[in-house]
C-alpha cells in the first residue's frame, strides 16, 4: 500500500504542485512507494504557472498537465501525510477535516520534528511514528505566520525568484524523503 503525501497552498499553482512533482518524480527514482497529490485553497481549474514548470526543469511533466484543485475533506482523510506550505493552509485542513490535525504539518515543521527523532523503524506503524513526531503540537502553535514555517508564496516573484523557491522546496523533501524511506512498509 502507498503512503499518500497531500501538498496544500494556496494557489495549488506554484509550491504545492512543485513540491507533488518533486516527491513523485524522486520517490520512483528511490523505488519508494509514495503517491503525492496537491491542492489550494483558491479556485479550481487553473494551470501550473509556467515559471513553476521552468523552475521543474525536467520534473516539470509530472505535473505539465494539472489543473488546480480544491481542498476537499475525502482527500485529506485518505492521506497519510499533509503538509502545507504556510500555517495557514494547515489551518484549513484542520477546520475542514479536523481528524486529520495529527498528521498535518507545514513542509519546514515535518522536517524539522521529523528529523528531531529517529526515522521510522521496521517495528513501528506509521501512526505511532507520527504520534512521536507531532507530540507537543498544539493547534495555537499555528497562530500568525512564521519564518520557521512558512514558505515563500512566489504568485509574483521572478522567474529567478521561483526557482529559489523550488530549490527551497526540494531541498525539504529530499530530508523528507530520507525521514520516510522504511514508511511504506508501515503503512496501516
Not at 477546520?95 to 486529520?100: E, H, I, S
Not at 501512526?127 to 505566520?145: C, P
Amino acid at each position: 500500500m502507498s503512503l499518500n503525501i497531500l501538498y496544500v497552498c494556496t494557489g495549488n499553482l506554484y509550491r504545492s504542485p512543485m513540491a507533488e512533482a518533486m516527491t513523485n518524480f524522486r520517490a520512483r527514482e528511490l523505488k519508494m512507494d509514495i503517491v503525492a497529490r496537491s491542492v489550494g485553497m483558491a479556485k479550481s481549474g487553473e494551470p501550473v504557472s509556467k515559471r513553476a514548470l521552468d523552475a521543474l526543469g525536467p520534473m516539470s511533466n509530472e505535473v505539465a498537465q494539472h489543473r488546480s484543485q480544491p481542498i476537499l475533506a475525502e482527500w485529506l482523510e485518505e492521506s497519510d501525510l499533509i503538509l502545507g506550505m504556510e500555517r495557514v493552509h494547515v489551518r484549513e485542513v484542520a477546520v475542514t477535516a479536523p481528524g486529520t490535525w495529527t498528521r498535518a504539518f507545514t513542509l519546514k515543521e515535518f522536517v524539522r520534528r521529523s528529523e528531531s527523532f529517529d526515522p521510522p523503524s521496521a517495528e513501528q506503524t506509521f501512526s505511532e511514528w507520527m504520534a512521536f513526531v507531532g507530540q507537543g503540537r498544539v493547534r495555537q502553535d499555528l497562530l500568525g505566520s512564521s519564518t520557521e514555517d512558512d514558505l515563500d508564496d512566489p504568485v509574483n516573484m521572478s522567474a529567478g525568484e521561483v526557482k529559489n523557491v523550488a530549490k527551497e522546496i526540494r531541498q525539504l523533501i529530499e530530508r523528507v524523503l530520507v525521514q520516510l524511506q522504511s514508511a511504506p512498509r508501515m503503512i496501516k
